[in-house]
C-alpha cells in the first residue's frame, strides 16, 4: 500500500478521525490538514444577517477573549480576509498616524509588517537579525531607552520562515517597563503556546482561523484591549480594514460589517470545540510538541540539520537545510514526497537554500513517522546519499 493511499483513508489518532477523501497531509503553516468534523460543517448553508449565525460569531469571540485570559478587559473583533489583513487592519488603527513603531525582525512576516507600515505612512525603526537568532529583550530595552518617541513596539510571535519561537514573554516585559505598547503578530502560535495578558499584557494581538485552532481560511481575528478599541476611531486608511468600526458594529448589531466567510465561520466554532476537547492550549501545545520532537530526532538521525538550535525550535514548523549533494533537487523531493501522501513547504531564507515541514494541524506522532518515511523513500528517489548543508552555510 502506497503512503498516498494510507492519506486517502480515515485514520484513526488520538484526536479522532482526522484525513480522509484522497487528501494529503498538508505539513505547513495554515491552511493545514483540519479534522473531518470540522469540514462537515461547511456543509450547511447560513444566513449572515440570521439569529442563529450571529449567535455563532458571540461565541467565537467568547471563547478567543476567555483564551487569552481578557476577561472584561479585552475583547475580540473578526475581520474578513487572510491573516496579512488583519495585521494590517490592527497596525493601521492601534498606531496612530503621529505615532512610531520598532519592527522587531527575523523573517519575511517581521519585514512584512514594514511594508505595510510603508504603504499606510507609518513611523518605523527596526531592529533586524537574520534569518537565525531572535531579538533579544535587552536589544529591545537598549532601543527603546534611546528613542523616546517609539509609541509601539511590533513581534512576530512564531516567525515561520524559519520556525524560531521568539521570547515574547521578555520583550513584552521591557515594553512594558517603558510604558510603550506591544502588537503580537500571533499567527502562527496563538491556540497552541500560551499567551495570556497577565503575563503578556499586549495591546493588540491578531491571530487567524486557519493555523493553530485547526480551522480554515477566511478570516482573522484582533484580540485587543478595549481602551485600545476605543482610541482606534479615525485611525485607518482603510473602511474595510477599520478595527475599531467593525468592533463598534459587532457590539451593535452582533453581526459583521459586510458579508463573513459563514462557512468557515461556522467551521471555526467547530474547530474551537476540537482545541477545548484536546485540553486548550495546553493539550494542543503537547501533541505539536511531541509532533515536532518526533519529526526533529528522526530527520537528524537520516543526517538532515536544522537551521535553529535546540533553544528557539517551536512547535509549529521546522526549517531544515537542503542537502549538499547535487542530487538534491526540491523540486523533485516535494513532488516524491507528495505522491507518498504529504505537502511540505519550501524555504523562505535568505542566506540559504532549505525547504520548512509543519508540525500543526490534525495529525499526530504517527503522522509525522509517516513523514520520515516518505522523506527517506523520496532522497532514495532521486538519488540523494548525502544529507549534510553545504560547508560555511551557518
Not at 491552511?31 to 450571529?54: E, N, V
Not at 512584512?112 to 531592529?127: E, H, M, N
Not at 549538499?324 to 523562505?348: L, M, N, S, W
Amino acid at each position: 500500500m502506497t503512503q498516498m493511499a494510507v492519506a486517502s483513508q480515515e485514520l484513526s489518532t488520538e484526536q479522532g478521525t482526522i484525513a480522509v477523501g484522497g487528501e494529503p497531509y498538508l505539513l505547513t503553516p495554515g491552511p493545514l490538514t483540519t479534522a473531518l468534523s470540522t469540514k462537515a460543517a461547511m456543509l450547511r448553508d447560513w444566513g449572515s444577517w440570521d439569529g442563529d449565525f450571529k449567535a455563532v460569531t458571540a461565541e467565537i469571540r467568547s471563547r478567543l477573549v476567555e483564551m487569552c485570559g481578557g476577561e472584561d478587559a479585552y475583547d475580540c473583533v473578526l475581520m474578513q480576509g487572510s491573516g496579512t489583513f488583519s495585521v494590517e487592519a490592527a497596525l493601521a488603527s492601534f498606531i496612530p498616524q503621529d505615532g512610531k513603531a520598532l519592527i522587531l525582525m527575523n523573517g519575511a512576516y517581521g519585514q512584512r509588517s514594514a511594508k505595510i507600515l510603508d504603504y499606510i505612512g507609518r513611523a518605523y525603526v527596526t531592529l533586524d537579525k537574520g534569518d537565525y537568532l531572535p531579538p533579544m529583550p535587552e536589544e529591545v530595552d537598549a532601543i527603546l531607552s534611546a528613542d523616546g518617541d517609539i509609541t509601539h513596539v511590533v513581534v512576530v510571535h512564531c516567525e515561520t520562515s524559519s520556525g524560531i519561537l521568539n521570547p515574547l514573554k521578555g520583550i513584552s516585559d521591557v515594553t512594558q517597563k517603558h510604558g510603550r505598547k506591544l502588537i503580537v503578530d500571533s499567527m502562527s502560535a496563538f491556540g497552541a503556546v500560551p499567551v495570556d495578558v497577565a503575563d503578556v499584557p499586549f495591546e493588540a494581538l491578531v491571530s487567524s482561523a486557519n493555523k493553530c485552532i485547526e480551522g480554515v481560511p477566511g478570516f482573522g481575528f484582533v484580540l485587543a484591549r478595549k481602551s485600545a478599541l476605543e482610541a482606534a476611531r479615525g485611525n485607518s486608511h482603510s473602511l474595510s480594514l477599520d478595527v475599531h468600526d467593525q468592533w463598534v458594529y459587532m457590539n451593535k448589531t452582533g453581526q459583521w460589517r459586510f458579508t463573513p466567510p459563514t462557512h468557515t465561520v461556522v467551521a471555526f466554532r467547530e474547530a474551537l470545540h476540537l482545541h477545548e476537547k484536546e485540553g486548550g492550549v495546553t493539550g494542543r501545545l503537547a501533541r505539536y510538541t511531541r509532533n515536532r520532537d518526533v519529526l526533529v530526532s528522526g530527520m537528524r538521525a537520516l543526517g538532515f540539520e536544522t537551521l535553529l538550535e535546540d533553544e528557539w525550535l517551536s512547535p509549529i514548523i521546522t526549517t531544515f537545510f537542503s542537502p549538499a549533494d547535487p542530487a538534491f533537487d526540491f523540486g523533485r523531493f516535494y513532488d516524491e514526497i507528495k505522491a507518498r501522501g504529504f505537502v511540505i513547504y519550501p524555504g523562505k531564507l535568505t542566506e540559504a537554500e532549505s525547504f520548512r515541514i509543519g508540525c500543526i494541524g490534525a495529525l499526530d506522532h504517527r503522522v509525522m513517522e509517516g513523514v520520515l518515511k516518505a522523506v527517506k523513500e523520496s532522497c532514495e528517489a532521486i538519488g540523494v546519499t548525502n544529507f549534510g548543508p553545504p560547508d560555511g552555510v551557518k
